[in-house]
C-alpha cells in the first residue's frame, strides 16, 4: 500500500478494520464474562454492579484507547511507522536511560503476541462445547474444543507468508460484519432496558471501586483491562494502513463494542438466576444470542482470528524495527507485497506459533489463560507513557506546555499503574506466564544491545582501517606466485562506510591468517533501499584492477543473491576495462571470461587475550552466542548454494597485558644416571 493508497478512502477503512482491530474487537468475548466470574458469578451482582462495570470498560476505553492511543499516539509516527521502538527512535537522543522502558515495554509486547491468539480462538471456540445440533453434541469435551483450537492456530501461521495486505482486503469485510453485528445483537438486548446508557455517567465508575457489591474492589481493573487490550495493536499498524484510515474508522468500532456491552448488562440483568446447560462458567455474549449462536459463534471464531493476525503482524513490526536498532539479532525478512511494511519474518512466524500452542496445551481453558492475559500489556502501556511524554516534551519547549504534559504523564502514568497493579492479582494463577515470555525476550534485548554497547566501548581504536592505505599491497599480493592461488575472485561481505573504512578484522583474514591470493579482492556492501524493486551498484577501485569495493543498493523486494549480482558486474568491469580479464583454459563452457567465487562472512569469537572481566566479559560473551545461534548469515546475501566460508576472527577487547616469558640455557644431564 502506498502512501497514497494510506490516505483516508472506503477501501483503506475497510482493510483498517481488517487488520487493526481484531483484538480490542473480540474483547466483548471474555470482558463481561470475567468481571462477572471474579464477583462470584451471576448470584452474586445487581444493578449498580453491571451498570459500574459498564461504566468503567467505556470510560477506559475512551482514555486508554482514544486520547491515549488514537488521539496522542498516532502523531508519534516514525516515517509513518508507529509502536513503541518507533517511539523510542523519535526521543533516544533526549536521555541514554530510555532505552530502558523501550527495551521492557518492547519485550512486554511480543509476550502479548503470544497470548492473544490463545485465548481469543479457545474463548471463540469454547461457545461450540455442548451446543446441540439435531440431537447431536459434535463438541462435548474440552480436549475437543483445544483440539480445534491448535489447528486453527496452525492454520492461521501458515498463511501468514501471504502478507497482511492480502489478509486486509479479505478480512476487511468480515470485520465489517463482525462489528456490525455486535452493535446490532447489542441495541437487540438493550430494548429490553434502555436505562442501561446510566453507565455513559463516569461517576458510577467511580462509585463500583468503593462498592461494598464489588467484591474485588479496585482489583476489578484487571478484568476490566481486557476491555482495551489491543490498542498497542493500533500503533504497531499504523505503517500497514495509514493513521488516517485508523483515525477515521475508530468511531465505528468504539460505538459497536459499546453497544454490545450495553447489550450484555442487559441480558445479565434480567437473566439473574440463569446457569449455563453444560454447567461451566456463564459467558453472557453467546447466551445473549439465542437461536443465532452458531452463526454467532462461527463469526467469533473468523473474528478471533483477525485478532490473532492483528497481533502477529505487529510482532513482525515490533522485531524488524528492534533489529534496526539493534536490540535483536538480525533476522530473515520477506517481503510479501510491494510496500516495505508489509513483511514477515518466517523465524518469528515459528516462535510465536509454538509459544501460542503451548499455552494453549498448558492452561487447557479460556479462563485460565485470561489470568495470564493483559498483564504484560499494562507494562507495556506504562512504558508506552513514559516515552510518550519525553515526545511531547520535544515537540513543545514552552513552560505552560511542560506543565499540562506533566499532568499527561501523571494522569495516565497513575492509570497504566493501578491497572497494573490490579492485573498482577493474577500472577499465581497464569500471570507468571505471560511476565516469564516477556522477561525471556527482554533478557535477548538486554544482552544483544548492551553486548554491542561494552564491544563497541571497549574495541581498539584502530578496529577500523582505510582500505585505501592497503591496495598497494593486495595488489602485490594477487601478483605474487610465491602462493597459490585462494580463489580468483575473492569476496568479503563487509560494510565499507564512507567508501573507505573498514574493519581491520577484514585485511587480516587477507593478510595475516596464511595470506589468500586472488585475482581480484572484492568488498560488497549490501544497502536496502525504501523502494520496491531498485537494483543499482556502485564502484570504487582506488586506481587499482585487483582491489574493488562495491556498493548494491536492492530494493527491499529484490532478492538479496549476492553472487548472482556479483557475476554480472564482473563482466561488466572487465568490458570496460576496469578490471583485468579472467579467461579460464579449463572450462566447459566455451569463451567463458569469468573464474570462480569464494564468498568470506566473517564472524567474531571472543579471544583468550581479551581483558575484560566479571560482567562485562558475560555480556559480550552472550552476545557473540546469540550471534552464532541466530539465522546463516549465508541466507542474508543469498549465498546459500555459493562457495561460502564463515571465517571466525580472534575479537580481542580490552588492552592485552604484554606477556613476557624468560630464556634459560637448556638443563645438563650429562651427568645422569640411566636405570
Known amino acids: 500500500m502506498n502512501n497514497k493508497a494510506k490516505r483516508m478512502s472506503a477501501a483503506g477503512l475497510l482493510i483498517a478494520i481488517g487488520i487493526v482491530y481484531g483484538d480490542i474487537g473480540t474483547s466483548p468475548l471474555y470482558v463481561m464474562k470475567s468481571i462477572v466470574e471474579g464477583n462470584g458469578g451471576i448470584g452474586n451482582v445487581n444493578r449498580d454492579f453491571i451498570i459500574g462495570s459498564i461504566s468503567l470498560v467505556l470510560w477506559t476505553v475512551t482514555l486508554l484507547t482514544t486520547l491515549?492511543?488514537?488521539?496522542?499516539?498516532?502523531?508519534?509516527?516514525?516515517?509513518?511507522?508507529?509502536?513503541?521502538?518507533?517511539?523510542?527512535?523519535?526521543?533516544?537522543?533526549?536521555?541514554?536511560?530510555?532505552?530502558?522502558?523501550?527495551?521492557?515495554?518492547?519485550?512486554?509486547?511480543?509476550?502479548?503476541?503470544?497470548?492473544?491468539p490463545a485465548v481469543t480462538v479457545?474463548?471463540?471456540?469454547?461457545?461450540?462445547?455442548?451446543?446441540?445440533?439435531?440431537?447431536?453434541?459434535?463438541?462435548?469435551?474440552?480436549?475437543?474444543?483445544?483440539?480445534?483450537?491448535?489447528?486453527?492456530?496452525?492454520?492461521?501461521?501458515?498463511?501468514?507468508?501471504?502478507?497482511?495486505?492480502?489478509?486486509g482486503k479479505a478480512f476487511g469485510p468480515i470485520m465489517f460484519l463482525w462489528f456490525t453485528f455486535l452493535g446490532v445483537m447489542g441495541v437487540m438486548n438493550m430494548a429490553g432496558d434502555w436505562s442501561i446508557l446510566q453507565a455513559i455517567n463516569p461517576i458510577y465508575a467511580i462509585r463500583l471501586l468503593v462498592s461494598p457489591y464489588n467484591k474485588a474492589g479496585l482489583f476489578i481493573l484487571g478484568s476490566i483491562f481486557l476491555a482495551t487490550t489491543g490498542a498497542e495493536a493500533l500503533y504497531?499498524?499504523?505503517?500497514?494502513?495509514?493513521?488516517?484510515?485508523?483515525?477515521?474508522?475508530?468511531?465505528?468500532?468504539?460505538?459497536?463494542?459499546?453497544?454490545?456491552?450495553?447489550?450484555?448488562?442487559?441480558?445479565?440483568?434480567?437473566?439473574?438466576?440463569?446457569?449455563?446447560?453444560?454447567?461451566?462458567?456463564?459467558?453472557?455474549?453467546?447466551?445473549?444470542?439465542?437461536?443465532?449462536?452458531?452463526?454467532?459463534?462461527?463469526?467469533?471464531?473468523?473474528?478471533?482470528?483477525?485478532a490473532s493476525q492483528a497481533l502477529i503482524t505487529g510482532s513482525f513490526t515490533l522485531v524488524a524495527e528492534a533489529s534496526g536498532l539493534k536490540f535483536l539479532p538480525r533476522m530473515n525478512i520477506n517481503y510479501p507485497s510491494n510496500e516495505k511494511g508489509q513483511i514477515y519474518i518466517p523465524s518469528i512466524n515459528k516462535g510465536i506459533c509454538v509459544a501460542t500452542i503451548a499455552i494453549v496445551l498448558y492452561f487447557q481453558t479460556s479462563a485460565h489463560m485470561e489470568a495470564a492475559y493483559g498483564l504484560s500489556i499494562t507494562i507495556s502501556m506504562l512504558m508506552t507513557t513514559i516515552l510518550l511524554y519525553e515526545w511531547l516534551v520535544m515537540k513543545k519547549v514552552n513552560t505552560v506546555w511542560n506543565w499540562i504534559f506533566l499532568i499527561f504523564l501523571i494522569f495516565f502514568g497513575v492509570l497504566d499503574i493501578m491497572f497494573m497493579i490490579s492485573s498482577l492479582t493474577k500472577f499465581t494463577h497464569g500471570g507468571y506466564v505471560s511476565?516469564?515470555?516477556?522477561?525471556?525476550?527482554?533478557?535477548?534485548?538486554?544482552?544483544?544491545?548492551?553486548?554491542?554497547?561494552?564491544?563497541?566501548?571497549?574495541?581498539?581504536?584502530?578496529?577500523?582501517?582505510?582500505?585505501?592505505?592497503?591496495?598497494?599491497?593486495?595488489?602485490?599480493?594477487?601478483?605474487?606466485?610465491?602462493?597459490?592461488?585462494?580463489?580468483?575472485?575473492?569476496?568479503?561481505?563487509?560494510?565499507?562506510?564512507?567508501?573507505?573504512?573498514?574493519?581491520?578484522?577484514?585485511?587480516?583474514?587477507?593478510?595475516?591468517?596464511?595470506?589468500?591470493?586472488?585475482?581480484?579482492?572484492?568488498?560488497?556492501?549490501?544497502?536496502?533501499?525504501?523502494?520496491?524493486?531498485?537494483?543499482?551498484?556502485?564502484?570504487?577501485?582506488?586506481g587499482t584492477k585487483n582491489v574493488i569495493n562495491i556498493q548494491l543498493y536492492l530494493g527491499f523486494k529484490k532478492q538479496t543473491s549476492v553472487n548472482v549480482y556479483i557475476r554480472q558486474i564482473v563482466h561488466d568491469l572487465i568490458a570496460d576495462g576496469t578490471i583485468e580479464a579472467q579467461p579460464q583454459?579449463?572450462?566447459?563452457?566455451?569463451?567463458?571470461?569469468?573464474?570462480?567465487?569464494a564468498f568470506v562472512i566473517v564472524q567474531d569469537v571472543i579471544s583468550p587475550q581479551t581483558q575484560l572481566v566479571g560482567y562485562e566479559k558475560w555480556l559480550v560473551e552472550a552476545r557473540v552466542r546469540l550471534q552464532n545461534l541466530s539465522s546463516n548469515p549465508a541466507s542474508w546475501f543469498g549465498l546459500e548454494y555459493a562457495d561460502t566460508i564463515i571465517e571466525r576472527i580472534p575479537l580481542i577487547l580490552g588492552r592485552p597485558n604484554p606477556s613476557y616469558i624468560k630464556r634459560i640455557k637448556p638443563k645438563d644431564y650429562s651427568n645422569a644416571k640411566t636405570k
Open 68 to 116: 491515549q492511543t488514537v488521539i496522542i499516539a498516532l502523531k508519534a509516527t516514525n516515517h509513518g511507522e508507529g509502536g513503541i521502538f518507533a517511539l523510542y527512535t523519535l526521543v533516544r537522543k533526549r536521555a541514554k536511560w530510555l532505552v530502558l522502558p523501550a527495551l521492557i515495554g518492547g519485550a512486554a509486547i511480543l509476550a502479548d503476541g503470544t497470548l492473544t
Open 122 to 167: 479457545t474463548t471463540a471456540i469454547e461457545g461450540l462445547k455442548g451446543l446441540n445440533f439435531g440431537g447431536n453434541v459434535p463438541v462435548s469435551t474440552q480436549n475437543m474444543v483445544i483440539a480445534i483450537t491448535v489447528v486453527i492456530l496452525l492454520v492461521l501461521f501458515s498463511i501468514q507468508k501471504m502478507g497482511t495486505s492480502i489478509i
Open 236 to 306: 504497531s499498524d499504523v505503517g500497514h494502513v495509514g493513521k488516517s484510515n485508523i483515525i477515521g474508522s475508530w468511531p465505528f468500532v468504539f460505538v459497536c463494542l459499546s453497544l454490545n456491552y450495553f447489550g450484555q448488562g442487559v441480558w445479565i440483568l434480567n437473566n439473574p438466576t440463569y446457569r449455563p446447560a453444560d454447567g461451566g462458567v456463564l459467558n453472557p455474549f453467546f447466551e445473549m444470542m439465542a437461536n443465532i449462536r452458531l452463526f454467532a459463534i462461527i463469526l467469533a471464531t473468523i473474528a478471533a482470528v483477525i
Open 435 to 542: 511476565l516469564f515470555i516477556a522477561g525471556a525476550i527482554g533478557f535477548v534485548m538486554y544482552v544483544w544491545y548492551y553486548g554491542n554497547k561494552v564491544r563497541d566501548k571497549r574495541e581498539a581504536r584502530n578496529a577500523y582501517v582505510r582500505l585505501d592505505e592497503y591496495t598497494d599491497m593486495l595488489t602485490n599480493l594477487s601478483h605474487d606466485e610465491n602462493y597459490p592461488t585462494y580463489a580468483t575472485n575473492l569476496v568479503y561481505m563487509a560494510n565499507v562506510k564512507y567508501n573507505k573504512f573498514i574493519k581491520r578484522e577484514i585485511l587480516y583474514s587477507i593478510l595475516d591468517k596464511r595470506p589468500k591470493r586472488a585475482k581480484a579482492y572484492w568488498f560488497v556492501t549490501v544497502n536496502v533501499t525504501n523502494e520496491p524493486f531498485t537494483a543499482e551498484y556502485a564502484v570504487n577501485t582506488y
Open 585 to 597: 583454459e579449463y572450462t566447459t563452457t566455451p569463451g567463458r571470461d569469468v573464474g570462480d567465487f
